[in-house]
């Protein structure tokens, strides 16, 4: 069976990304073409499309993702990111709804202990302490001088 010689011919206006995948911007679209074929378009702002179809070039062995880095001018850990991302999630890691984080709420049990925290309170020991920059332990007064006559 003969082999077929692929030449690496793209259309004037691409920029390769590797021998055999290109790209070119025409009218607010961007096209991906193999050789000459043209396998995919987005349009210029769909961040989400250009992030999923970049990793699917990287995870099927078409592209290197310094071949991708260097092509589109993004950062090598974004494109890492995005690869890692189409791996553990597939697609829908790109087009799902995004994770919220939990919001934190400081009940009265952990201002309580970030109050002691700040205070320096040490509960064995009865007293406050605090640090030095030679990381030496010095006593300092529970009350401020004068709030005891105050009180």
């Not at 390769?16 to 000459?36: E, Q, T, W």
């Not at 999923?52 to 974004?78: D, H, K, M, P, W």
């Amino acid at each position: 069976m003969p082999q077929t010689l692929l030449l690496p011919i793209f259309p004037a206006d691409a920029t390769p990304i590797n021998d055999l995948m290109s790209f070119c911007k025409r009218d607010g679209a961007v096209y991906y073409f193999h050789g000459c074929l043209p396998v995919f378009t987005h349009a210029e702002s769909d961040l989400k499309s250009f992030r999923l179809y970049t990793s699917q070039l990287v995870v099927n062995g078409i592209c290197t993702q310094a071949e991708v880095v260097r092509a589109f001018g993004i950062s090598f850990i974004s494109m890492k990111r995005h690869v890692k991302s189409l791996r553990t999630g597939g697609s829908q890691a790109f087009f799902g709804p995004r994770r919220k984080r939990k919001p934190r709420v400081l009940t009265p049990e952990v201002l309580r202990q970030a109050q002691e925290l700040l205070s320096h309170r040490t509960p064995d020991l009865g007293q406050g302490f605090q640090w030095r920059k030679e990381n030496d332990l010095i006593p300092i007064p529970t009350q401020p001088p004068g709030l005891s006559e105050v009180c």
